[in-house]
């Protein structure tokens, strides 16, 4: 599918170890996700159930910068993100276990209040190392090859949203506990994964001269760039299948949003090299405009053909972006 005499310069190895460690990723937010209402509302905080998820991402949007500045730091100094990657993803995987255990063992009344406290820590301790990881790609890729290598991770991201629905309805007869263990594993394995696949030495060792300080409107916009097209990701899964759905009641918003995943999957490989001949920022550009342009058209959806043409067509633009 991609061999190393097609792109010599690109790290395959170390990219499908990254993949594992953002399938691990995206199971552990699911896992999170399905069971943070839940275990809130079980224990009484019915009014921070639906708050604590809106508060939790303020709280990310104001660290991300942070963790990014002290990442660029420590590849200066280490030559990799590697020390960052695994400080969190052992907070974060200790967090899940002592959750777990919280959940199972019934805290009494007076110590309630920490579960909503060891999941805001979780969620802290996922954007330590979430971010720096992605950051690895570009240790593993060329400029000029990173549509096919983030190809991979699309891939995996899309595949994984594919099977959100049976993993939930999984999760949801095993019980919070065993899923928060699961959780734990899966994060550990991840990074084992990609961990074996590293050479010994730095990966892309950095000198004083070729170091460069990244200035502070530049990061601010790149913030602002991630933070939209994070947002007009989610609507694109939340909205987009919402209003497909009033045309296939036979189908579920999430057998929709799998579906829009699914295409993406399918539709990945070509279009990174679709991406390489137009350039990366070209193509995350067409990419995200039709993404746009599907959340408007999923209001003017007023026929299933219509519809299944807007669902194709926000598949396609994401498999792009």
Known sequence: ???????????????????????????SWMAYGLYQPKVLNQLGFVTLASSLGVIQ??????????????????????????????????????????????????????????????????VIAMIIFRGPAIALLRQFAPV?????????????????GCLGPLLSEWLSTIGASLTFVIGAISLMTGAALLYTTLPRHRLTPLSRKTSVAVDCSRSLLTFLVGLGTSAEVNLMLQLLPNQAQTQFPFLSSAQLSSGILLIATLTVLPLSELAARLGSKRAMTMGLVAMAICLGLAIAATNPLIAFGTVLAAGLSFGLA
């Open 1 to 27: 599918m991609m061999s190393s005499e097609s792109s010599p310069s690109v790290l395959w190895r170390q990219v499908w170890g990254l993949a594992a460690l953002l399938a691990a990723i995206v199971f």
């Open 57 to 122: 991402a303020v709280l990310g949007a104001a660290i991300e910068p942070l963790v990014g500045a002290y990442s660029d730091r420590i590849m200066q100094h280490f030559g990799n993100r590697l020390p960052l990657i695994t400080v969190g993803i052992t907070l974060a995987g200790l967090l899940f276990v002592i959750t777990a255990l919280c959940v199972h063992t019934n805290l009494p009344q007076g110590w309630h209040w920490l579960l909503p406290v060891m999941m805001t820590l979780w």
């Open 144 to 160: 000029e090859a990173l549509p096919q290598a983030n190809s991979v991770l699309i891939l995996v991201f899309s595949f994984m």
